[in-house]
């Protein structure tokens, strides 16, 4: 029989499952009990459908015929139960080797002992999931503690949210020689590279909200999808992937943090990263505040949150530490000078990324834009610039003028002017004496409303 899963039921694969029983009459005589001449079969495939194996033992209740008959799934959900009723449930299964194990405890059910734990995935090892699902509670008390995972040597599929706690692998050299995916999270876990290495086929890797991770080494033929979601510092991050096509991060950058990244068919990207010591900047007093780097349409797309602050102690050249990321052609900059000039830094790095084709500048809280003596650079490459927060200083029309001179092959310009503009101030004539000037520009102006003003 065929489930809707793809997976095929059959009788002979029951083993040891009670079989069909003759029909039966109904105990007030109206006729012949059907639903207890169900063939066993069917029956198992009823209970696959509850998804729910507490629902499924449940059953006996309606027909003396169903007791103990969800023992012989071979998909099992244990969800919101404590762990003493897990327990006495896996013991009781009779399918020697399951195609899906879930088990689920809620956080009212913590465990307090470590050793249960390690006990209760011993216990799952033994029925030989292909796919393994655990969500356990710890206590942090105990997140020092080693907890050896076992060997699954079916399993296709582990996800492991084991909070807390501390996982390691097991002892010696074994491998997991079918596993495809793995997920850990909210857990101790540093032994990443050596999980990688036991791991031919591996394929998917997630590491979310685990701490230990101060360095992240992934050197895999075979790794596809990477998500890792750091709950600590990171300093270095070594990726050299080939086939990797998917790759999400998410950290805090550490002092001293460094890239290395390979991975030439990424098709996307999305990193995150915040940089908490204020040690990465330009100058003495712009600093970085988060660097968030994705791709869209096949482009790298890289945004700066740059701020300025005498109280920070710069010793990490920004332009140095983008240097390791991937090739970008689109820049995204937001500035916060609280009335302090920033046309170097944004000069600075257009003058060493020549090959950028779009610009952003969102300009917050400042007074002053340019320096005066700024040279022009060549923006051979710049095609679309757009700044948002214009509010037609004498130095940010400066400025302006110098991205016209510069980027000669720019095929369009967009001004989001500031609340603070109003048509009376003579920003809108300054601007459109620009504009005129060239021709083969598309330059666009909006109102702080969003309505485009017609220059």
């Known amino acids: 029989m065929e489930l809707q899963s793809g997976s095929r039921l059959s009788s002979q694969s029951l083993q040891g499952a009670p079989r069909r029983s003759p029909p039966r009459r109904c105990p007030d005589g109206g006729g012949e009990d059907r639903i207890s001449a169900l063939p066993d079969d069917v029956l198992l495939q009823v209970f696959l459908r509850l998804r729910c194996a507490r629902a499924a033992a449940l059953t006996s209740s309606l027909s003396r015929r169903w007791r103990g008959l969800w023992r012989h799934l071979f998909e099992l959900s244990f969800r919101e139960i404590a762990l003493d009723a897990v327990d006495a449930a896996l013991q009781q299964v009779v399918c020697p080797a399951l195609s899906r194990l879930e088990i689920e405890i809620p956080e009212e059910h913590r465990i307090m002992d470590p050793a249960r734990v390690s006990a209760l995935l011993q216990a799952a090892a033994r029925l030989a999931p292909a796919d393994l699902v655990i969500d356990v509670w710890g206590h942090c008390k105990d997140r020092d503690i080693p907890i050896e995972i076992p060997c699954f040597e079916r399993a296709t599929s582990i996800k492991l949210r084991v909070l807390n706690l501390y996982l390691t692998l097991p002892a010696g050299d074994i491998e997991f020689p079918a596993l495809e995916r793995v997920s850990v999270a909210g857990c101790r876990f540093d032994d990443m590279v050596e999980l990688i290495r036991r791991c031919p086929h591996l394929r998917v890797l997630e590491v979310c909200g685990c701490w230990g991770l101060d360095t992240v080494e992934i050197h895999s033929p075979t790794i596809e999808e990477l998500v890792l979601d750091n709950n600590g510092v990171l300093s270095n991050l070594d990726i050299m992937a080939p086939v990797l096509r998917q790759f999400t991060l998410q950290a805090t950058m550490g002092r001293d943090f460094n890239v290395l990244f390979s991975a030439t068919m990424v098709q996307y990207l999305w990193w995150w990263c915040s940089c908490e010591q204020r040690n990465v900047g330009i100058g003495e007093v712009w600093y970085l505040r988060s660097l968030d780097l994705w791709t869209e349409e096949s482009a790298y797309i890289l945004q700066l949150n740059i701020d300025f602050s005498t109280h920070v102690h710069v010793d990490h050249d920004l332009i140095q530490q983008i240097a390791q990321l991937p090739e970008f052609s689109v820049l995204k900059i937001y500035l916060a000078a609280y009335g302090h000039v920033f046309g170097a830094p944004v000069l600075d790095l257009l003058g060493t990324y ?71 101030d003579g920003v809108y004539e300054e601007m459109h004496s620009i504009f005129e000037a060239y021709p083969s520009v598309e330059c666009y102006v909006y109102r702080s409303s969003g309505l485009v003003i017609d220059i």
């Open 354 to 424: 020549t090959g950028i084709l779009r610009l952003k500048v969102v300009i917050r809280n400042l007074k002053v834009i340019l320096q005066s003596g700024s040279q022009s650079i060549p923006l051979l490459s710049l095609e679309e610039i757009e700044i948002v927060g214009f509010e037609g200083t004498s130095h940010e029309v400066d400025f302006l003028k110098l991205l016209f001179r510069c980027a000669t092959l720019m095929k369009r310009m967009t001004v989001r002017l500031s609340r603070k503009v109003f048509s009376s």
